[in-house]
């Protein structure tokens, strides 16, 4: 319950542009990142749930959902996972300044 509420708490801040991407990716990465992906995921969905279906943010934070997907599934595989969770991070951002 407790790393829940810090996941949801970190990605409020930065789709508010308040959290650093690069330190945060960067402690996702070492510790307990996939089930950090499943809370990013859940907390998509949640957003997702609440928006108009018209609304030009949802086709955003479908495509970001997806990107949660496939890192989570790729978490087997030597990748720069930081630099992933990142790029994700950086288009959750965004997102918010194009809506």
């Avoid at 319950?1 to 990465?29: I, K, N, S, Y």
């Avoid at 969905?45 to 928006?51: S, W």
């Avoid at 950086?90 to 918010?96: F, G, K, V």
Wanted: aromatic share 6%; proline share 5%; glycine share 4%.
């Amino acid at each position: 319950p407790a790393l829940g509420a810090e996941t949801r708490r970190t990605l409020e801040e930065m789709e508010q542009g308040t959290a650093d991407p690069v330190t945060t990716a960067e402690r996702w990465h070492r510790a307990d990142t996939a089930l950090r992906l499943r809370c990013f995921e859940t907390w998509l969905t949640d957003r997702i749930q609440r928006q108009p279906v018209a609304a030009p943010r949802v086709r955003t934070l479908f495509e970001l959902v997806e990107g949660v997907r496939e890192l989570r599934s790729t978490l087997d595989v030597p990748i720069n996972r930081s630099l992933a969770i990142e790029l994700l991070f950086r288009r959750l951002a965004a997102q918010r300044k194009s809506a």
